[in-house]
Protein backbone atom coordinates (compact mmCIF):
# COMPACT_ATOMS: atom_id res chain seq x y z
CA UNK A 1 0.00 0.00 0.00
CA UNK A 2 3.12 2.64 0.65
CA UNK A 3 4.93 1.48 -2.51
CA UNK A 4 1.21 1.99 -3.98
CA UNK A 5 0.84 5.74 -2.96
CA UNK A 6 4.56 7.05 -3.23
CA UNK A 7 4.94 5.19 -6.91
CA UNK A 8 1.26 7.10 -7.84
CA UNK A 9 2.63 10.38 -5.99
CA UNK A 10 6.09 10.02 -8.23
CA UNK A 11 4.09 9.53 -11.58
CA UNK A 12 1.86 12.51 -10.78
CA UNK A 13 5.19 14.61 -10.12
CA UNK A 14 6.40 13.33 -13.37
CA UNK A 15 2.68 14.21 -15.10
CA UNK A 16 2.67 17.53 -13.49
CA UNK A 17 6.15 18.35 -14.84
CA UNK A 18 5.28 16.94 -18.69
CA UNK A 19 2.43 19.13 -18.86
CA UNK A 20 3.75 22.41 -17.03
CA UNK A 21 6.28 22.18 -19.45
CA UNK A 22 3.87 21.26 -22.66
CA UNK A 23 1.57 23.70 -21.81
CA UNK A 24 3.23 27.37 -20.10
CA UNK A 25 0.49 28.86 -19.90
CA UNK A 26 -1.59 26.90 -17.37
CA UNK A 27 -1.02 27.28 -13.41
CA UNK A 28 -1.42 24.76 -11.09
CA UNK A 29 -2.03 27.62 -8.50
CA UNK A 30 -4.24 30.22 -7.78
CA UNK A 31 -3.28 33.36 -10.36
CA UNK A 32 -1.96 35.51 -7.30
CA UNK A 33 1.18 33.69 -7.10
CA UNK A 34 2.21 34.00 -10.84
CA UNK A 35 2.86 37.70 -10.69
CA UNK A 36 5.95 39.64 -9.57
CA UNK A 37 5.16 41.75 -7.32
CA UNK A 38 7.26 41.48 -3.83
CA UNK A 39 6.12 44.37 -1.98
CA UNK A 40 3.29 44.83 -0.13
CA UNK A 41 0.40 47.56 0.78
CA UNK A 42 -0.66 48.44 4.20
CA UNK A 43 -3.88 46.76 5.07
CA UNK A 44 -4.87 49.13 7.98
CA UNK A 45 -4.44 52.21 6.09
CA UNK A 46 -7.42 53.41 3.64
CA UNK A 47 -7.83 55.98 0.77
CA UNK A 48 -11.38 57.16 -0.14
CA UNK A 49 -11.81 58.84 -3.28
CA UNK A 50 -14.94 60.54 -4.41
CA UNK A 51 -17.68 59.12 -6.35
CA UNK A 52 -16.33 57.88 -10.23
CA UNK A 53 -18.30 59.27 -13.01
CA UNK A 54 -18.61 59.90 -17.14
CA UNK A 55 -18.26 57.46 -19.41
CA UNK A 56 -17.35 53.28 -18.70
CA UNK A 57 -13.93 53.68 -19.77
CA UNK A 58 -13.16 57.28 -18.05
CA UNK A 59 -13.93 55.61 -14.94
CA UNK A 60 -11.52 52.88 -15.93
CA UNK A 61 -9.19 55.34 -16.00
CA UNK A 62 -10.28 57.20 -12.46
CA UNK A 63 -10.73 54.05 -11.29
CA UNK A 64 -7.04 53.28 -11.73
CA UNK A 65 -5.73 56.92 -11.15
CA UNK A 66 -7.32 56.59 -7.46
CA UNK A 67 -5.50 52.72 -7.05
CA UNK A 68 -2.20 54.50 -7.95
CA UNK A 69 -2.66 57.20 -5.92
CA UNK A 70 -3.17 55.06 -3.00
CA UNK A 71 -0.20 52.76 -3.85
CA UNK A 72 1.59 55.64 -3.52
CA UNK A 73 0.47 56.42 -0.23
CA UNK A 74 1.24 52.59 0.72
CA UNK A 75 -2.52 52.68 1.26
CA UNK A 76 -5.45 50.24 0.27
CA UNK A 77 -8.36 52.12 -1.59
CA UNK A 78 -11.66 51.75 0.01
CA UNK A 79 -13.82 50.02 -2.91
CA UNK A 80 -15.28 53.18 -4.64
CA UNK A 81 -18.84 53.93 -5.92
CA UNK A 82 -19.14 54.19 -9.62
CA UNK A 83 -22.04 55.74 -11.67
CA UNK A 84 -24.28 53.98 -13.96
CA UNK A 85 -25.38 57.18 -15.39
CA UNK A 86 -23.25 58.60 -18.49
CA UNK A 87 -24.25 62.34 -16.58
CA UNK A 88 -20.86 64.06 -15.97
CA UNK A 89 -22.28 67.81 -14.96
CA UNK A 90 -25.02 66.91 -12.48
CA UNK A 91 -24.21 65.04 -9.59
CA UNK A 92 -28.05 64.04 -8.54
CA UNK A 93 -27.90 62.27 -11.75
CA UNK A 94 -24.80 60.45 -10.73
CA UNK A 95 -26.42 57.38 -9.97
CA UNK A 96 -23.80 55.43 -7.77
CA UNK A 97 -23.15 51.71 -8.10
CA UNK A 98 -20.58 49.70 -6.10
CA UNK A 99 -17.62 48.57 -7.86
CA UNK A 100 -18.00 45.05 -6.89
CA UNK A 101 -21.75 45.04 -9.33
CA UNK A 102 -19.31 45.45 -12.49
CA UNK A 103 -16.30 44.34 -11.71
CA UNK A 104 -15.03 41.04 -9.57
CA UNK A 105 -13.65 42.51 -6.46
CA UNK A 106 -11.90 39.03 -5.06
CA UNK A 107 -9.98 38.48 -8.31
CA UNK A 108 -9.00 42.09 -8.91
CA UNK A 109 -7.37 41.75 -5.06
CA UNK A 110 -5.84 38.06 -6.31
CA UNK A 111 -4.46 39.25 -9.58
CA UNK A 112 -2.94 43.31 -8.29
CA UNK A 113 -1.77 41.30 -4.77
CA UNK A 114 0.83 43.55 -4.00
CA UNK A 115 0.69 46.42 -6.84
CA UNK A 116 -2.29 47.56 -5.63
CA UNK A 117 -5.25 46.53 -2.91
CA UNK A 118 -8.82 47.25 -2.79
CA UNK A 119 -10.49 47.05 0.90
CA UNK A 120 -14.23 47.48 2.43
CA UNK A 121 -15.71 50.07 4.25
CA UNK A 122 -16.50 46.84 6.82
CA UNK A 123 -13.06 46.26 7.17
CA UNK A 124 -12.59 50.06 8.65
CA UNK A 125 -11.75 50.03 12.71
CA UNK A 126 -13.08 53.55 12.67
CA UNK A 127 -10.48 54.42 15.61
CA UNK A 128 -9.95 57.61 14.34
CA UNK A 129 -12.03 60.56 12.07
CA UNK A 130 -10.94 59.98 8.61
CA UNK A 131 -8.51 62.96 7.50
CA UNK A 132 -9.68 65.22 4.48
CA UNK A 133 -7.11 65.88 1.91
CA UNK A 134 -8.58 68.84 -0.43
CA UNK A 135 -7.47 68.43 -3.78
CA UNK A 136 -5.91 72.17 -5.42
CA UNK A 137 -7.74 72.97 -8.44
CA UNK A 138 -7.11 75.56 -11.39
CA UNK A 139 -4.18 76.00 -13.61
CA UNK A 140 -1.80 77.50 -10.34
CA UNK A 141 -2.16 73.54 -8.99
CA UNK A 142 0.93 72.18 -11.33
CA UNK A 143 1.47 68.55 -11.64
CA UNK A 144 4.39 69.24 -9.02
CA UNK A 145 2.68 70.95 -6.64
CA UNK A 146 0.00 67.85 -6.81
CA UNK A 147 2.46 65.39 -6.32
CA UNK A 148 4.20 67.25 -3.71
CA UNK A 149 1.12 67.50 -1.89
CA UNK A 150 0.72 63.39 -1.86
CA UNK A 151 4.35 63.05 -1.06
CA UNK A 152 3.93 64.91 2.10
CA UNK A 153 0.81 62.92 3.03
CA UNK A 154 3.12 59.93 3.31
CA UNK A 155 5.58 62.04 5.75
CA UNK A 156 3.50 64.53 8.10
CA UNK A 157 0.76 63.59 10.64
CA UNK A 158 -2.18 62.75 8.38
CA UNK A 159 -0.05 59.40 7.94
CA UNK A 160 -1.37 58.24 11.17
CA UNK A 161 -4.60 58.58 10.04
CA UNK A 162 -6.39 54.66 9.38
CA UNK A 163 -7.99 56.80 6.48
CA UNK A 164 -7.48 59.78 4.48
CA UNK A 165 -10.33 60.81 2.45
CA UNK A 166 -9.43 63.09 -0.50
CA UNK A 167 -12.43 65.52 -1.49
CA UNK A 168 -12.86 67.69 -4.62
CA UNK A 169 -12.75 66.52 -8.76
CA UNK A 170 -13.74 62.98 -9.98
CA UNK A 171 -10.56 61.59 -9.97
CA UNK A 172 -9.97 60.91 -13.93
CA UNK A 173 -9.84 65.15 -13.70
CA UNK A 174 -6.49 64.41 -11.28
CA UNK A 175 -2.94 65.16 -12.39
CA UNK A 176 -1.78 61.94 -13.93
CA UNK A 177 1.58 60.38 -12.25
CA UNK A 178 1.55 57.36 -13.84
CA UNK A 179 3.28 55.73 -17.09
CA UNK A 180 1.08 53.65 -19.17
CA UNK A 181 2.29 49.88 -18.39
CA UNK A 182 1.05 51.30 -14.50
CA UNK A 183 -2.26 51.45 -15.75
CA UNK A 184 -2.06 48.73 -18.05
CA UNK A 185 -1.48 46.29 -14.73
CA UNK A 186 -4.58 47.73 -13.10
CA UNK A 187 -6.39 46.64 -16.06
CA UNK A 188 -5.43 43.92 -16.49
CA UNK A 189 -7.09 43.13 -12.81
CA UNK A 190 -10.02 44.26 -13.85
CA UNK A 191 -12.24 41.49 -14.99
CA UNK A 192 -16.07 42.11 -15.73
CA UNK A 193 -19.13 40.16 -13.29
CA UNK A 194 -19.73 36.95 -14.55
CA UNK A 195 -23.20 38.43 -15.79
CA UNK A 196 -22.00 41.02 -18.07
CA UNK A 197 -19.31 38.32 -19.44
CA UNK A 198 -22.13 35.83 -20.60
CA UNK A 199 -24.51 39.00 -22.23
CA UNK A 200 -21.60 39.97 -23.96
CA UNK A 201 -20.83 36.22 -25.00
CA UNK A 202 -24.22 36.15 -26.18
CA UNK A 203 -23.75 39.35 -28.11
CA UNK A 204 -20.77 37.82 -29.80
CA UNK A 205 -22.31 34.58 -30.74
CA UNK A 206 -25.36 36.03 -32.82
CA UNK A 207 -22.90 37.97 -34.63
CA UNK A 208 -21.19 35.07 -35.96
CA UNK A 209 -24.23 33.53 -36.27
CA UNK A 210 -24.92 36.11 -38.78
CA UNK A 211 -21.59 35.59 -40.18
CA UNK A 212 -22.47 32.23 -40.85
CA UNK A 213 -25.40 32.34 -42.14
CA UNK A 214 -23.73 34.99 -45.03
CA UNK A 215 -21.13 32.65 -45.67
CA UNK A 216 -23.28 29.66 -46.59
CA UNK A 217 -24.95 31.49 -48.52
CA UNK A 218 -22.39 33.28 -50.80
CA UNK A 219 -20.34 29.85 -50.61
CA UNK A 220 -23.37 27.46 -50.61
CA UNK A 221 -25.35 28.93 -52.99
CA UNK A 222 -28.30 28.79 -50.90
CA UNK A 223 -27.48 25.24 -49.29
CA UNK A 224 -27.22 25.55 -45.25
CA UNK A 225 -23.56 24.43 -44.45
CA UNK A 226 -23.43 22.66 -41.57
CA UNK A 227 -22.46 25.22 -38.92
CA UNK A 228 -21.38 23.63 -35.53
CA UNK A 229 -21.02 25.25 -32.67
CA UNK A 230 -16.61 25.68 -33.07
CA UNK A 231 -17.68 26.69 -36.42
CA UNK A 232 -19.41 29.09 -35.81
CA UNK A 233 -16.91 30.75 -32.96
CA UNK A 234 -14.20 30.72 -35.50
CA UNK A 235 -16.33 33.16 -38.08
CA UNK A 236 -14.58 36.83 -37.80
CA UNK A 237 -16.39 39.82 -37.34
CA UNK A 238 -15.36 43.77 -37.70
CA UNK A 239 -16.45 46.05 -34.71
CA UNK A 240 -16.84 49.73 -35.35
CA UNK A 241 -17.20 51.98 -32.68
CA UNK A 242 -18.86 54.76 -35.07
CA UNK A 243 -18.93 58.10 -33.12
CA UNK A 244 -21.21 60.26 -36.08
CA UNK A 245 -23.64 61.36 -33.68
CA UNK A 246 -24.76 64.71 -33.31
CA UNK A 247 -23.32 66.06 -30.04
CA UNK A 248 -20.55 64.36 -30.84
CA UNK A 249 -19.85 66.00 -33.71
CA UNK A 250 -20.20 69.50 -32.43
CA UNK A 251 -17.37 69.09 -29.57
CA UNK A 252 -15.46 66.90 -32.00
CA UNK A 253 -15.63 70.09 -34.81
CA UNK A 254 -15.10 73.15 -32.02
CA UNK A 255 -11.93 70.89 -30.72
CA UNK A 256 -10.60 70.74 -34.58
CA UNK A 257 -10.55 74.33 -34.74
CA UNK A 258 -9.46 74.71 -30.59
CA UNK A 259 -6.38 72.66 -31.92
CA UNK A 260 -6.00 73.16 -34.99
CA UNK A 261 -5.95 69.62 -36.68
CA UNK A 262 -8.24 68.19 -39.33
CA UNK A 263 -8.26 64.30 -38.57
CA UNK A 264 -10.35 64.09 -35.53
CA UNK A 265 -13.99 64.06 -36.61
CA UNK A 266 -15.20 61.42 -39.53
CA UNK A 267 -18.17 61.51 -41.62
CA UNK A 268 -20.03 58.04 -42.06
CA UNK A 269 -19.46 58.01 -45.55
CA UNK A 270 -15.14 58.69 -44.93
CA UNK A 271 -15.75 56.14 -42.02
CA UNK A 272 -17.41 53.03 -44.68
CA UNK A 273 -14.83 53.85 -47.59
CA UNK A 274 -12.05 53.77 -45.39
CA UNK A 275 -13.35 50.50 -43.33
CA UNK A 276 -14.00 48.65 -46.99
CA UNK A 277 -9.95 49.75 -48.14
CA UNK A 278 -8.88 47.10 -45.13
CA UNK A 279 -6.95 44.96 -46.40
CA UNK A 280 -6.90 41.49 -46.10
CA UNK A 281 -10.86 41.10 -45.42
CA UNK A 282 -12.51 37.81 -46.23
CA UNK A 283 -16.02 38.83 -47.04
CA UNK A 284 -18.94 38.30 -46.67
CA UNK A 285 -18.35 39.60 -43.12
CA UNK A 286 -20.23 41.34 -40.06
CA UNK A 287 -19.41 44.51 -39.08
CA UNK A 288 -21.30 45.20 -35.71
CA UNK A 289 -21.72 48.88 -35.26
CA UNK A 290 -20.96 49.93 -31.70
CA UNK A 291 -23.23 52.86 -31.68
CA UNK A 292 -24.62 55.43 -29.09
CA UNK A 293 -28.44 54.74 -28.35
CA UNK A 294 -29.48 57.97 -30.58
CA UNK A 295 -28.36 56.61 -33.69
CA UNK A 296 -30.04 53.09 -32.81
CA UNK A 297 -33.56 55.35 -34.50
CA UNK A 298 -31.53 56.30 -36.94
CA UNK A 299 -31.45 53.82 -40.19
CA UNK A 300 -28.92 55.27 -42.35
CA UNK A 301 -26.24 54.30 -40.30
CA UNK A 302 -26.83 50.57 -41.54
CA UNK A 303 -26.54 51.42 -45.84
CA UNK A 304 -23.86 52.71 -48.12
CA UNK A 305 -21.03 49.72 -46.98
CA UNK A 306 -19.49 48.28 -49.54
CA UNK A 307 -20.89 44.78 -50.86
CA UNK A 308 -19.82 41.91 -48.64
CA UNK A 309 -19.36 44.31 -45.49
CA UNK A 310 -22.83 43.27 -43.34
CA UNK A 311 -23.26 46.21 -41.15
CA UNK A 312 -25.33 45.16 -37.98
CA UNK A 313 -26.69 47.39 -35.18
CA UNK A 314 -27.76 46.07 -31.37
CA UNK A 315 -31.88 46.49 -33.35
CA UNK A 316 -30.71 44.43 -36.38
CA UNK A 317 -28.90 41.80 -34.52
CA UNK A 318 -32.33 41.57 -32.23
CA UNK A 319 -29.90 41.67 -29.40
CA UNK A 320 -31.55 45.16 -27.97
CA UNK A 321 -33.38 43.44 -25.62
CA UNK A 322 -30.19 42.43 -23.63
CA UNK A 323 -29.02 45.64 -23.68
CA UNK A 324 -32.22 47.13 -22.74
CA UNK A 325 -32.40 45.44 -19.39
CA UNK A 326 -29.16 47.66 -18.08
CA UNK A 327 -27.93 51.08 -17.09
CA UNK A 328 -25.55 52.82 -19.61
CA UNK A 329 -22.85 51.61 -17.59
CA UNK A 330 -23.64 48.07 -17.98
CA UNK A 331 -24.75 48.66 -21.75
CA UNK A 332 -21.21 50.00 -22.53
CA UNK A 333 -19.03 47.12 -20.63
CA UNK A 334 -21.13 44.55 -23.26
CA UNK A 335 -19.93 46.73 -25.98
CA UNK A 336 -16.25 47.23 -24.60
CA UNK A 337 -15.90 43.13 -24.66
CA UNK A 338 -17.75 42.70 -28.12
CA UNK A 339 -14.88 45.17 -29.17
CA UNK A 340 -12.03 43.62 -27.49
CA UNK A 341 -13.07 40.33 -29.00
CA UNK A 342 -13.51 41.30 -32.37
CA UNK A 343 -11.22 39.70 -34.96
CA UNK A 344 -10.43 43.62 -36.56
CA UNK A 345 -12.10 46.95 -34.55
CA UNK A 346 -11.98 49.72 -35.88
CA UNK A 347 -12.04 53.27 -33.62
CA UNK A 348 -11.55 56.45 -33.12
CA UNK A 349 -8.08 57.65 -32.09
CA UNK A 350 -10.03 60.73 -30.17
CA UNK A 351 -12.21 58.32 -28.07
CA UNK A 352 -11.22 56.90 -24.89
CA UNK A 353 -13.76 54.31 -25.51
CA UNK A 354 -11.42 52.99 -28.66
CA UNK A 355 -8.22 54.03 -27.11
CA UNK A 356 -8.61 51.64 -24.09
CA UNK A 357 -9.94 48.93 -26.44
CA UNK A 358 -6.74 49.15 -28.78
CA UNK A 359 -5.10 49.41 -24.96
CA UNK A 360 -6.69 45.96 -24.55
CA UNK A 361 -6.00 44.44 -27.96
CA UNK A 362 -2.01 45.41 -27.66
CA UNK A 363 -1.80 43.69 -23.80
CA UNK A 364 -3.71 40.69 -25.51
CA UNK A 365 -1.11 40.26 -28.24
CA UNK A 366 1.67 40.77 -26.20
CA UNK A 367 0.57 38.34 -23.95
CA UNK A 368 0.99 36.23 -27.05
CA UNK A 369 4.72 36.81 -27.50
CA UNK A 370 3.90 39.02 -30.58
CA UNK A 371 6.17 41.77 -30.36
CA UNK A 372 5.91 43.80 -33.01
CA UNK A 373 2.89 43.58 -35.43
CA UNK A 374 -0.11 45.33 -36.44
CA UNK A 375 -2.09 41.93 -35.54
CA UNK A 376 -3.44 41.24 -39.15
CA UNK A 377 -2.02 37.86 -38.34
CA UNK A 378 -3.26 36.76 -35.06
CA UNK A 379 -7.05 38.41 -35.51
CA UNK A 380 -6.13 41.14 -33.23
CA UNK A 381 -5.54 44.25 -36.02
CA UNK A 382 -7.13 47.48 -34.71
CA UNK A 383 -7.41 50.63 -36.82
CA UNK A 384 -8.19 54.55 -36.43
CA UNK A 385 -10.97 55.32 -38.82
CA UNK A 386 -9.90 59.30 -38.43
CA UNK A 387 -6.33 58.78 -40.09
CA UNK A 388 -5.83 57.56 -43.32
CA UNK A 389 -3.58 54.51 -43.45
CA UNK A 390 -1.92 52.43 -46.32
CA UNK A 391 -3.98 52.31 -49.62
CA UNK A 392 -6.00 55.15 -48.68
CA UNK A 393 -7.98 52.72 -45.44
CA UNK A 394 -7.49 53.67 -41.72
CA UNK A 395 -4.34 53.70 -39.88
CA UNK A 396 -3.55 50.78 -38.22
CA UNK A 397 -3.14 51.41 -34.46
CA UNK A 398 -1.80 49.52 -31.31
CA UNK A 399 -0.87 51.06 -28.15
CA UNK A 400 2.70 52.53 -27.28
CA UNK A 401 3.00 51.08 -24.06
CA UNK A 402 6.16 53.29 -23.36
CA UNK A 403 4.08 56.32 -23.21
CA UNK A 404 5.13 57.75 -19.35
CA UNK A 405 1.79 59.38 -18.68
CA UNK A 406 -1.63 57.59 -20.21
CA UNK A 407 -2.80 61.62 -21.64
CA UNK A 408 -2.76 60.82 -24.97
CA UNK A 409 -4.68 57.56 -24.34
CA UNK A 410 -7.34 59.86 -22.07
CA UNK A 411 -7.57 62.75 -24.55
CA UNK A 412 -6.58 60.93 -28.03
CA UNK A 413 -3.91 61.77 -30.20
CA UNK A 414 -3.18 61.83 -33.68
CA UNK A 415 0.04 60.41 -33.04
CA UNK A 416 -0.58 56.51 -33.58
CA UNK A 417 0.90 53.40 -35.49
CA UNK A 418 1.42 49.95 -35.15
CA UNK A 419 4.82 50.94 -35.74
CA UNK A 420 5.91 51.15 -31.84
CA UNK A 421 7.41 47.86 -30.44
CA UNK A 422 6.16 46.68 -27.38
CA UNK A 423 7.30 46.29 -24.37
CA UNK A 424 8.30 42.32 -23.93
CA UNK A 425 10.88 42.02 -20.82
CA UNK A 426 9.23 44.67 -18.61
CA UNK A 427 6.16 42.55 -18.27
CA UNK A 428 6.00 40.13 -15.97
CA UNK A 429 2.02 39.04 -16.70
CA UNK A 430 0.82 35.84 -17.24
CA UNK A 431 -2.55 35.15 -16.63
C1 LIG B 1 4.30 49.71 2.56
O1 LIG B 1 4.63 49.69 3.91
C2 LIG B 1 5.06 48.43 4.39
C3 LIG B 1 5.18 48.50 5.91
O2 LIG B 1 5.71 49.72 6.31
C4 LIG B 1 6.36 48.06 3.69
O3 LIG B 1 6.82 46.80 4.12
C5 LIG B 1 6.10 48.02 2.19
O4 LIG B 1 7.28 47.76 1.47
C6 LIG B 1 5.50 49.34 1.71
N1 LIG B 1 5.06 49.15 0.33
C7 LIG B 1 5.30 50.02 -0.64
C8 LIG B 1 4.77 49.70 -1.98
O5 LIG B 1 5.92 51.05 -0.44
C1 LIG C 1 -16.75 51.75 10.42
O1 LIG C 1 -17.57 52.64 9.66
C2 LIG C 1 -18.03 52.10 8.43
C3 LIG C 1 -18.72 53.20 7.65
O2 LIG C 1 -19.32 54.13 8.46
C4 LIG C 1 -18.92 50.92 8.69
O3 LIG C 1 -19.41 50.37 7.49
C5 LIG C 1 -18.11 49.86 9.43
O4 LIG C 1 -18.90 48.75 9.76
C6 LIG C 1 -17.49 50.45 10.71
N1 LIG C 1 -16.60 49.47 11.28
C7 LIG C 1 -16.65 49.06 12.56
C8 LIG C 1 -15.65 48.03 12.99
O5 LIG C 1 -17.48 49.53 13.34
C1 LIG D 1 4.62 60.14 -31.91
O1 LIG D 1 4.73 58.89 -31.23
C2 LIG D 1 6.04 58.34 -31.22
C3 LIG D 1 5.97 56.96 -30.62
O2 LIG D 1 5.01 56.86 -29.65
C4 LIG D 1 6.98 59.27 -30.46
O3 LIG D 1 8.27 58.75 -30.45
C5 LIG D 1 6.96 60.64 -31.16
O4 LIG D 1 7.76 61.55 -30.43
C6 LIG D 1 5.54 61.18 -31.28
N1 LIG D 1 5.53 62.38 -32.09
C7 LIG D 1 4.92 63.49 -31.74
C8 LIG D 1 4.99 64.63 -32.69
O5 LIG D 1 4.33 63.59 -30.68
Not at 17 to 24: E, K, N, R
Not at 40 to 48: A, G, N
Not at 107 to 123: A, E, W
Not at 299 to 327: A, C, E
Amino acid sequence: MVWKCIILAFILLVLRTVILDAFPGIYWTAPSTTLAFQASLRKDKYLEVPQIAWGLNNQKIAFARACLTARLLNRTLLMPSLSTSLSYKEVELLQPIAFDKIFQFERFNSICNGFVQLGRYSDLLNQTKPFELQKGSGRKWTKERDLYQLEQCKEDSSDKFEVIRIVGKNPFLWHDHWPVTDYAKIFECLSFVEEIEEEAARVISKIREAGAEARSKTFAHGRKLVTSGSSIQSVPYIAVHMRVEKDWMIHCKKLERRLNINQMCSSKAEITERVANIHPLQKPIVVYLAVADSLLEDNSILSGWQQGLLPFDKKKLGVWDIYKKYPYLIQSAIDYEVCLRADVFVGNSFSTFSSLVVLGRTLKLMKIGVTRSCGVETGLASYAYNIIGKHSGPQSWITDLSASSLHSISYGTNNISCEVKLLQSNWQWRI
